[in-house]
């Protein structure tokens, strides 16, 4: 049987890990970071973490699990191929770039983590 996404509305249980990154955001190696709407994906965090600019300024940082069923193993949030939103392709529930709920079952927004930017170090942790 193939885990998917329940029905519980029950605050998720994304498992606290420790996240403490550092990525410099002008790096050859982080190339989307550039611009604004830009985004990479970091092996971070409980299934990964994307970070996403808006502008020069200010970055923002989500867990990948899906608040609704985060322990199904299918359960990965995704920059849709549109670039219009996030989305779970598991349990189909969207997210804007805020990380706040935009369709599907999930009720609850992205874990989001800290992020402070010091000249063209981002650091994000929790």
Not at 2 to 22: K, R
Request: neutral net charge; glycine residues 8%.
């Amino acid at each position: 049987m193939l885990a998917g996404c329940n029905n519980s509305t029950v605050s998720p249980s994304i498992p606290n890990v420790v996240v403490s990154e550092q990525i410099p955001v002008n790096s050859l190696q982080y190339p989307e970071l550039r611009q604004d709407g830009g985004y990479v994906y970091l092996n971070s965090g409980y299934k990964g973490i994307i970070v996403v600019r808006e502008n020069a300024n200010t970055y923002l940082a989500f867990e990948r699990a899906c608040p609704y069923d985060p322990t199904a193993s299918c359960a990965l949030v995704k920059v849709d191929q549109s670039r219009l939103f996030l989305i779970d392709e598991c349990c189909k529930s969207q997210f804007n770039f805020q990380g706040n709920v935009t369709a599907g079952p999930a009720v609850y927004g992205l874990k989001r983590y800290q992020t402070a930017l010091s000249g063209n170090l981002l650091y994000i942790s929790n």
